[in-house]
Each structure stands twice: as structure tokens, then as C-alpha cells.
Antibody
Framework: QVQLQESGPGLVRPSQTLSLTCTVS??????????WSWIRQPPGKGLEWLAY???????YYNPSLKSRLRISLNASKNQFSLRLSSVTAADTAVYYC?????????????WGQGSLVTVSS | QSVLTQPPSVSGAPGQRVTISCTGS?????????VQWYQQLPGTAPKLLIY???NRPSGVPDRFSGSKSGTSASLAITGLQAADEADYYC???????????FGGGTKLTVL
């Protein structure tokens, strides 16, 4: 069973860069089976897809956040990471890493437990 | 404002059947993009419940079923149990926004 675990600072200052890493277990990030994705959920609100990266390093970003997002992959560590620059309080959310499958619809099959990131001075 | 519209809340008694609707448009559900459903228990990550409109991943009880008609989709839950109390989200792809989108979520209360 694929397991995902987010890690990173729980508090980020406004205007700084948020950095999160997702460690993948039980499958190689280079397998080509999944698109490695990030999704966030502000407290008490709904879900917002942010970005994905494929093992080939093909990336795709949410157009509304594209200018501030960077996703990368470290195959040797079986990890992928997200960076969100120039953060504001509106970026406070639980950030999930997830696997996306392109088969009978694009769906998010496995999820990490989530990492709460608070943007505050 | 979510591109996919869900009722904020639904409720039902144990053993009853409830449905949760997800209304989209011609750029997502109506365009033929598949619909997925996720269950989010309090304090936990979402869990895939239905994919490709009506397919259940291994381990998901057949009490959960999905359907689609036109620009809308529905999740039906039969034989309601207290353990089903959770938030439910629909998800699809929107070709106008070029992004994967989620509904605003529906809170299911088991009376």
C-alpha cells in the first residue's frame, strides 16, 4: 500500500516561502504509476488542487497560483516537494500530498495525513 | 465559490438512504469528465470513495454508489451508519479553468 508523509515547518512568516516535502513509501516515485500531487484545505473550507509532477519531471500547476508555485522531485530519496512563495494568511491550510491516477477519470487515490501550515508573523 | 456545487449538509437516520448531489457545467461534468467522490472523517485526510463516476476502490462497501446525468452527479449511501458521518466531496476536471476541481463539500449527519 502506497504511503505518503508530509513534512515541513508548521509556521511561516508572511511574504516568506512555504516549503513542504512528501516522502513516499512502498512504491518508487520513478515507477510512472502516478502523478505526484499537492492539494490544500484551508481550515473549515474545501479542497484546492495545487500542482503535480510526473517521474519524467513533467509538471503542471494550478493557473491561479502558478507564479508562486514550484514542485520538484528527488528520486534518490523517493520524495517530492512543494514551494509556495510570497505567502499570506490566505495560504494558511492543511497541505496534503497525494497520488493522482489517470485511469477512468483523474482521481486522487492515496493521501498523506496532511501538514498544517500557518502563515503568521 | 466552487465550480462544482454541493448542498452544505444532508442528514438521515440510521438505516436510511441519502443522496448527495454535485452540480457542474458544460466545462466539467457536462463535458464528459469523470466524477470522483471522497469521504473525509473529522480530523483526517480525504479518502477515495468512488472514481470514474461509479467505480468503488477495493474495500469500499457497496452501500456507496455513484451516478451521473447531464451536468450533475450523485453519491448515494444506503443503510446509513453512524460511522458514515463525515464530509463528502465531489471532484472532476474543468476544461475552462484547466484544473482539477472539487465541490465545496457536504456534511452528512446521521441522526
Amino acid at each position: 500500500q502506497v504511503q505518503l508523509q508530509e513534512s515541513g515547518p508548521g509556521l511561516v512568516r508572511p511574504s516568506q516561502t512555504l516549503s513542504l516535502t512528501c516522502t513516499v513509501s512502498s512504491v518508487s516515485i520513478s515507477s510512472g504509476d502516478y502523478y505526484w500531487s499537492w492539494i490544500r484545505q484551508p481550515p473549515g473550507k474545501g479542497l484546492e488542487w495545487l500542482a503535480y509532477i510526473y517521474y519524467s519531471r513533467k509538471t503542471y500547476y494550478n493557473p491561479s497560483l502558478k507564479s508562486r508555485l514550484r514542485i520538484s522531485l528527488n528520486a534518490s530519496k523517493n520524495q517530492f516537494s512543494l514551494r509556495l512563495s510570497s505567502v499570506t494568511a490566505a495560504d494558511t491550510a492543511v497541505y496534503y500530498c497525494a497520488t493522482m491516477v489517470e485511469n477512468e477519470g483523474d482521481y486522487f487515490q492515496h493521501w498523506g495525513q496532511g501538514s498544517l501550515v500557518t502563515v503568521s508573523s | 465559490q466552487s465550480v462544482l456545487t454541493q448542498p452544505p449538509s444532508v442528514s438521515g437516520a440510521p438505516g436510511q438512504r441519502v443522496t448527495i448531489s454535485c452540480t457542474g457545467s458544460s466545462s466539467n461534468i457536462g463535458a464528459g469528465y469523470a466524477v470522483q467522490w471522497y469521504q473525509q472523517l473529522p480530523g483526517t485526510a480525504p479518502k477515495l470513495l468512488i472514481y470514474g463516476i461509479a467505480n468503488r476502490p477495493s474495500g469500499v462497501p457497496d452501500r456507496f454508489s455513484g451516478s451521473k446525468s447531464g451536468t450533475s452527479a450523485s453519491l448515494a449511501i444506503t443503510g446509513l451508519q453512524a460511522a458514515d458521518e463525515a464530509d463528502y466531496y465531489c471532484q472532476s476536471y474543468d476544461s475552462s479553468l484547466s484544473v482539477w476541481v472539487f465541490g465545496g463539500g457536504t456534511k452528512l449527519t446521521v441522526l
